[in-house]
């Protein structure tokens, strides 16, 4: 069975950085997406950033140039470097790993931006 593990939340003030981890337990076949949403309070799920199998890469236009995101496909891995954190980042994020077959989510982790 497939688990999401996501790592890497937590309180940091406003300009600082995290560093967001999300590595898949267990086989999975057929990686095409990784992603990653997040849902602030009150507010629907959105998506942030994903990567496709050959590296490209899209951001919400809210993020772009602040977050990064990686992957590693040897140890189906995706990462998320938020640099320049705002308030309005606060929320729970979300891995998400599409294959052909299926959609897999992480449990989420609490990222709150705050002085």
């Known amino acids: 069975q497939v688990q999401l593990v996501e790592s890497g939340g937590g309180l940091v003030q406003p300009g600082g950085s995290l560093r967001l981890s999300c590595a898949a337990s267990?086989?999975?076949?057929?990686?095409?997406?990784m992603a990653w949403y997040r849902q602030a309070p009150g507010k629907q799920r959105e998506l942030v950033t994903s990567?496709?199998?050959?590296?490209?890469?899209n951001y919400a236009d809210s993020v772009k140039g602040r977050f990064t995101i990686s992957r590693d496909n040897a140890k189906n891995t995706v990462y998320l470097q938020m640099n320049s954190l705002k308030p309005e980042d606060t929320a729970v994020y979300y891995c998400?790993?599409?294959?052909?077959?299926?959609?897999?989510w992480g449990q989420g982790t609490q990222v709150t931006v705050s002085s």
């Open positions: 998400n790993i599409m294959t052909a077959w299926y959609n897999y």
């Open positions: 990567i496709a199998t050959g590296g490209v890469t």
């Open positions: 267990g086989s999975i076949f057929g990686i095409r997406t």
